[in-house]
């Protein structure tokens, strides 16, 4: 499931939390001893032997950031502050393309101001270098034998000039940090073949399955949870606020299950598995493309300082190769992340969002991929394979998407979207997606690689006569959103008797648990 991505906005949204006790080192994948309360959602990922890869147009490559943090917190946890590499002149030579773009994926970015800011900064720019060359000019001069006067002339002179530049300087720093917080909103460019439009315009993949026909009245997720004691809302409800839960019972078993089995069918695909800290900093969130102010923010900020909850793991594991060189000898990383995920879930409202289909705390499972640009897109079709191979063994009916431009978040190049059949709810419900950053996501939080070799378009050199770093794609999906796996699984699979079947693949690590059974009274 996605989180919704931009840059921009003004208002924080903020968590008051006491301080949290540190937790010891584990050997175990799950670490659940918090004390603060917690839920799952799940992942996975696959290797595939190498083939031949398409590689992406260059055009994707101009809008994405790099890093540069410059000033350490103080005690009372100020923002960290952060610059995007963005290439001005590419998108000033490309401003059409640029602007179809924006104008496609229905952004806010004023592609206009960013490039009369642009301009008044280079103009900035050359004056302030101007003034630094008559200053050195005359700092030479005054190295000199000089009579009185003339030095004292000189030394006014230096004087003027100095003063002129640090209003210029500063004038220079206001508007960079204006026009990065405008070109920040630009939003990746797009995938040839991602349809144009609003969710609605999203084209079917792949539709696996067809809906269970129920001999009986079917019942919702809500109702089975109540009659089958597997859920409490209300007592959550008093405890934290609407959209928590209690899981109680075989529902407990349930989501252990799942997030056991995801883990280790996806680690059988070569990837490395990961628990990652659940509170990150405000400029790692920003970097990985999501925004952690505004009034809809999906993010919950913590009060007095420069720390978020995540809301998805992609964010922590973008950030372990943060401000680094991966050698390229180890590319692809592939990581499977279980974390519990906190959204504020902004404007969300109505019958679909009952229950457990939208809450406020979840686990997952999340897959996350760095690799060579060129082989992107064959590692977005990977994932994609291996999210419906894990819905297939389960038994779902679901249909693949390709997202509309409308829908895709600020770091999408192109998105998946995997919606399976929820008999109580009478629809299909998002249950997973996958997306291919390519680099949006990689400049902005500074991680390369170095070739072995030049590309043949790029003969430039770097230290010691080796090609120059560059850039990896991120990708990332989700492989088990817990919550919404359980509504389906209660949903399509409940009896007449009011039971519910386990799905096999499930069974050993529910303890051999084959069937949720009504309790006796």
Known sequence: MGLQCCMGGTTLQ??????????????????LASKTPTVTLGLALSRHGRTQRPSLPLIVRALSAAPAIQTAPDEKAVKLQWKAAIDFKWIRENKEAVAANIKKRNSNASLEMVLQLYDKMTNLQKEVERLRGERNVVANKMKGKLEPAERQRLIEEGKNLKEGLVTLEEDLLKLTDELQQEAQCIPNMTHPDVPIGGEDSSVIRKMVGSPRKFSFPIKDHLQLGKELDLFDFDAAAEVSGSKFYYLKNEAVMLEMGLLNWTLSEVMKKGFTPLTTPEIVRSSVVEKCGFQPRGANTQVYSIEGSDQCLI?????????????????ESLLPLKYVAFSHCFRTEAGAAGTATRGLYRVHQFSKVEMFILCQPEESEFY????????????????????????????????????????????????FGEISSASNCTDYQSRRLGIRYRPSEPSSTNSKKGKGNLPPPKFVHTLNATACAVPRMIVCLLENYQQEDGSVIIPEPLRPFMGGLEIIAPKSR
Do not use: N
């Open 14 to 31: 903020t968590l008051k939390l006491a301080s949290i006790p540190s937790l010891s080192s584990s050997r175990f994948i799950f670490k």
């Open 311 to 327: 809301g998805t793991a992609e964010i922590p594991v973008g950030g372990i190769h943060m401000d680094s060189i991966v050698a």
């Open 380 to 427: 977005h079709d990977e994932l994609i394979k291996i999210e419906e191979d894990l819905f297939s063994s389960l038994g779902l009916h679901y249909k693949t998407l390709d997202m509309a431009s409308g829908d895709l978040g600020a770091p999408a190049y192109r998105k998946f979207d995997v919606e399976a059949w929820m008999p109580g709810l009478e629809r």
